[in-house]
Structure formats: C-alpha cells, structure tokens
C-alpha cells in the first residue's frame, strides 16, 4: 500500500485542483492588497549627486579601513549624516532643526572610487533635487571649514613661536651691540644670533605655506550635478505586485494543504491512501451522469471503469474464492450501485454471478437497479419461507446473472453467522460468483458478519458524502476479520435518481392490499409482518422456475 511518504509530483496536483479556488482567491487577494497598497502609499523622488572627495591637510589615513587612500570615506559617509551638516543643510533649505532630514538622507560609495553618492527623498521632484544639492553643498562647506580650522591653528602655532623667535633675536641683538668688537664672548653671541635667526626663516616659510595651503584648499567638488527625478522611486507598482504574488502564492499553497489534511469527506482517491490507508480499485469520474436506476451500459464510460475492477477482481481471487462482500460507509446507494455493476460486469464477461441484496435500507436497491421484485428475497430464505432457488430471479437481458432481493419476512435480530454460511456454500458451490449487496458498516454490524463467511471485500465510497474518519473505521473494522480487504471504489457525489427515494409509480402496481415496497425496509422494523400482508404479498408474485423446474408462485 501507497504510504504518504511515496507522494507524488501527480499527488500535488491532485491537492492544487482539489483547492484551486481558494489558491486562486489567495492570490487575487494578495495582489488586490499589493494594487491597494500601491494606490494608497504617498509617492516619494529621489534625487543623486556625485561628490567627488579630494584629500586635505586635515586628512589622515585609518589604519584597517575599508577604503583606501588618505580620505576614510566611510567616516566621510557618516559625516554627510551628522547634526553639523543636517542643520546647515536645513538653513539652506529654510526648514527647522528638526524637519527629519537625516532620515530622507542616504549616502553611497561605489567600490575603487573616492565618490560619495548622496541621495535625497522628497514628496516632489523639486524638494528631492533641492535636498540633495542642499546637503552636498553643505557637506562640502564643513569640510572646507574643517581643513581651514587645521591649517589656522597650525598658522597660529607657527607664529606664537616665530614670535619668540624674534623676540630672542632681538635680545641677541642688544647683547653684540654693548659689546666691543675685541670681547672675548662676542663670537658666542654671533653664533647664537645666526642660529635664531635660521630658525626664524624657516618658521616663516612654514607659516607661508600653510597660508598658501589655505587659501588653496579644496574639499572636493560636485562632479554629478543633482537632476529633477522623472518618476517616483516609490511606490513600485511591478515590485509591489510581485512581491504580492511572492507572498500570496505559497500561503494560498499552504491553505490547499491544510484544507486537504483538515478535510472531514472523501473527495479525491488521494483521501483513501493516504488517510484511509485504501487501495483505490476503481473511481468513477465524476462527468459519469448516472441518468436512470439501471446499470451502465457495457461500453458507457461507467461501464468501462466497472469492467476493468472486475478485471481486478478476478485477477486477486483464486477459482475457489467466489463470494464478495460490498459494503458502503453510510446508508445510501453506493454499494447497490457498485454490486450490480460489478455482478454485471461479470456476467458480460461470461461468469455466472448471483447478487444478493443484504442491505434492506438502501434508498435504490438491487431489484430497482435489475428491474426485478423485491419479494420474496433473502430475508425469507432466512425465516425458512422459501427456499433459496426460488428467491432467485434471472435478471432481464443478463440470462448468466440472478438476482436475489431483500425480501419481506421480518428478521428484526439480522442474519445469522449460520444462515450466512450456508447460503453462500450454496450459490458458490455451483461455481458462480456471488456478489453480496451488505448493509453500511456506520450503523451496523451485519456487513462484518457477512465478511466474516466471504472471501474478498469491496467498500463503496461516495465523494463529498462519506466522512474521512468514518471510512477508516470501516476499513479498520474490515480488517479485524480475515477476510482479504481488496480496496475501495470510489463514486462521485452526484448519483443523479440514485439519492432520491423512488416514487411510488416506477414499481409495478400490485392489485389488492398494498405490499410494502423495498424502500420502506419492512425488515428494517422491529415489529413482526402480519401473515395477511404476507400472503397479500405472495399472491402477486410473478411465476419464477423452481429448483425443480417446477412454476412456483
């Protein structure tokens, strides 16, 4: 038997059809709320400038950094997004301190480059160019006001000393100008004078060049200007809308699987193996239309499935193996229609085949399907009112196949494990094939006792009818005898006049006093059939051929 664990690629399908409408809303739900989306989210411009950063006196090399050179644009980067440079740019853009700009603000480096790509969102194309020129211009400033600072303190610095300088010098000045020119210190103090005054010079020439460095600087320069954005970043319609398919397609996917393991009702085959633990024999599609309370016809789409199961059939029974017991879950048609098709398709193929109707409670039995009489049936044969071969009737165009209906006697504690045995060591040791019509295994016992003296079993399982738990116990039960379990059949939900009761005007009027019909299940009482009913009833009964050939009524 198939187990979950071998599913297939077929088996998913089987779920995906199973569900597709709720896939299908799934998505479309999904989509409409990606298209709400889209409509209702405010519409947001970008605009960029390239910022080229040339290195300044200030700069200093990161020892690890990310990017190479003098300039860590990293820390640059961050620079772009700090208060300094957000309440600059706010003044140029006349909007206070705390309008979120550092927010709208986004800052990139491309890979081997000393450019920071600087970004700006906006409500309009307008604020978004604004913006990024804004923040550019007043990253550049601060960078420029940065480097200036440096080379000034560094100015300042140089002078503090080159003033001390020259306040020495001219200290040494004074010293040689009270001395003589014959004095023996004099050369000491020349010496001293020249040193200070070299010093002097070079500090000046620093100073120079720290003044010229700064009025040289240059922080960098706008190499892209921002242009006017053409079209809104966001929203995206086409990522939005894919985005809503991404998401809604595996939820919807994953809803078909819960519906399918939460099902309560048989629906598909796939319910049978995998939560029943059945094999499937045979499944009638469900474009078959069960048009009239007749089997199907021997090259009917139904009629093909039904030759083909007894094709099954007598593939896993031995010649002496001939009773077969077909038992349905709930009341209803289903394993009527399963027997006398299966018993017809035998008949077709040349076997001689007995059907019994051991299921009195059925709304279309096996003399409604055959177009025979009710009574009498098997139910007399086991009050011991008739015999066995008079209950059987020849069914009409099928002179192979005999038909045994439920009868009429009252038998309110069901068949006997005895009475079971001996009839079915009586129709098979002919060599027919019995196919026994049995009662629903949901509300009774009696198909299990049958199965017990049988030597396959057959469930009828209706689609859309018969609860998932409720067809496993019946399997289970089925199971517990020794009796070989074959498997199921599997019958569409729509059984067309089969789930409708007869009306009373397709039967055959009988005069005199009413006779109960099949559908009214006179055995189905506990109350005993009076004699005059009984005798009411037998003095309609149509001539049928006798063991002995005699005519018996």
Not at 74 to 95: C, I, N, R, Y
Not at 138 to 149: C, D, F, Q, V
Not at 329 to 344: C, I, M, W, Y
Not at 348 to 372: I, K, M
Request: proline share 7%.
């Amino acid at each position: 038997m198939r187990t979950p664990a071998a599913r297939t690629l077929a088996d998913y399908g089987v779920i995906v059809r199973r569900s597709w409408w709720l896939i299908v809303a799934t998505v479309a739900a999904a989509l409409a709320a990606g298209l709400a989306y889209t409509s209702l989210s405010e519409e947001v411009y970008e605009s960029t400038a390239s910022v080229l950063v040339l290195p300044t006196a200030g700069d200093t090399a990161v020892q690890g950094a990310r990017t190479a050179g003098q300039v860590n644009l990293d820390t640059e980067a961050q620079l772009v997004k700090s208060t300094e440079v957000a309440e600059a740019a706010a003044e140029k853009l006349g909007a206070g301190p705390d309008a979120g700009l550092v927010s709208r603000v986004s800052v990139t480096v491309p890979p081997n480059t000393a450019v920071l790509e600087i970004s700006f969102s906006a409500d309009s194309p307008e604020a978004a160019r604004e913006g990024t020129v804004a923040f550019s211009e007043a990253y550049l400033e601060h960078r420029r006001a940065g480097a200036t600072a440096s080379l000034e303190s560094a100015i300042a610095s140089a002078t503090v000393e080159l003033d001390a300088l020259n306040a020495s010098i001219a200290a040494a000045e004074d010293d040689l100008d009270r001395m003589d020119s014959g004095d023996g210190g004099r050369g000491s103090v020349e010496s001293t004078l020249d040193d200070l005054r070299s010093q002097a010079g070079e500090i000046e020439a620093e100073v120079a060049g720290l003044q010229a460095q700064q009025s040289a600087v240059t922080p960098g320069r706008v190499i892209n200007q921002a242009s006017l954005p053409q079209r809104p970043v966001s929203p995206q319609a086409v990522f939005n809308l894919a985005a809503a398919l991404g998401l809604g397609l595996p939820l919807g996917l994953m809803l078909a699987w819960a519906r399918h393991r939460l099902a309560r009702r048989v629906a598909y085959p796939t319910d049978l193996v995998e939560r029943c633990e059945l094999d499937v024999l045979a499944t009638v599609p469900a474009a078959v239309k069960f048009q009239r309370r007749e089997v199907f016809g021997a090259y009917s789409p139904g009629g093909r499935v039904f030759s083909q199961l007894r094709n099954i059939v007598a593939s896993q029974l031995t010649e002496d193996q001939r009773v077969i017991v077909v038992a349905g879950v709930v009341p209803g048609p289903a394993a009527s229609v399963v027997a006398a098709n299966v018993a017809t398709a035998m008949a077709r193929a040349g076997d001689r085949v007995t059907v019994v109707a051991a299921n009195p409670s059925t709304t279309v039995g096996l003399p409604e399907l055959f177009g025979t009489e009710p009574v009498p049936g098997l139910a007399d044969v086991w009050a011991g009112r008739i015999d066995l071969a008079v209950a059987a009737q020849a069914a009409p165009r099928q002179p192979s196949l005999s038909v045994i209906g439920p009868g009429a006697a009252a038998r309110a504690a069901g068949p006997t494990s005895e009475a079971a045995a001996e009839t079915f060591a009586k129709l098979a040791e002919a060599g027919r094939w019995v196919v026994v019509d049995a009662p629903p295994l949901s509300c009774s016992a009696d198909a299990q006792l049958l199965a017990g003296h049988a030597d396959a079993v057959i469930l009828a399982v209706q689609a859309q009818r018969d609860a998932i738990t409720e067809t496993a116990a019946a399997a289970v039960s089925m199971r517990q005898i020794d009796t070989p379990l074959l498997g199921a059949v599997l019958l569409p939900n729509a059984l067309g006049p089969m789930n409708t009761v007869p009306a009373p005007g397709q039967r055959r009027e009988i005069t005199g006093p009413r006779v109960p019909t099949a559908d009214e299940t006179p055995t189905d009482s506990l109350e005993a059939v009076e004699d005059d009913a009984m005798r009411a009833a037998t003095q309609v009964l149509p001539v049928v051929e006798s063991s002995e050939g005699a005519p018996t009524r």
